[in-house]
Nanobody, 125 residues
Framework: QVQLVESGGGLVQAGGSLRLSCAAS????????IGWFRQAPGKEREGIAC????????KYADSVKGRFTISRDNAKTTVYLQMNNLKPEDTAVYYC??????????????????WGQGTQVTVSS
């Protein structure tokens, strides 16, 4: 079992940057993919980025591709989401989640079994 805690959210102006962290505990961390999801008010939770257990491959949703970068440091059991050129539509609660796979086929909630509590990101215009 993996336990996850997100941090790094906050208020930022449009065009700014934030880096989210997902600190994990659990013996299987280094062999499981970690994904980032977000949920805006009134909307469904969407997967936006994922990094494989080894860190060698990544996936991104089209909405964040080219602006967000996911990475992991297995020695620190932490996954990061660097978010650049933020837009007001990026405002949401951001969650990290652990998959039971080295890299899931898709960025859907069903592929991820352990979730953090979320961190709020607000982008002002």
């Amino acid at each position: 079992q993996v336990q996850l805690v997100e941090s790094g959210g906050g208020l930022v102006q449009a065009g700014g940057s934030l880096r989210l962290s997902c600190a994990a505990s659990g013996s299987i961390f280094s062999i499981t993919a970690i994904g980032w999801f977000r949920q805006a008010p009134g909307k469904e939770r969407e997967g936006i980025a994922c990094v494989s257990g080894s860190g060698s491959s990544t996936k991104y949703a089209d909405s964040v591709k080219g602006r967000f970068t996911i990475s992991r440091d297995n020695a620190k059991t932490t996954v990061y989401l660097q978010m650049n050129n933020l837009k007001p539509e990026d405002t949401a609660v951001y969650y990290c989640a652990a998959s039971g796979w080295e890299m899931p086929d898709s960025l859907t909630m069903a592929a991820f079994g352990a979730w953090g509590q979320g961190t709020q990101v607000t982008v002002s215009s």
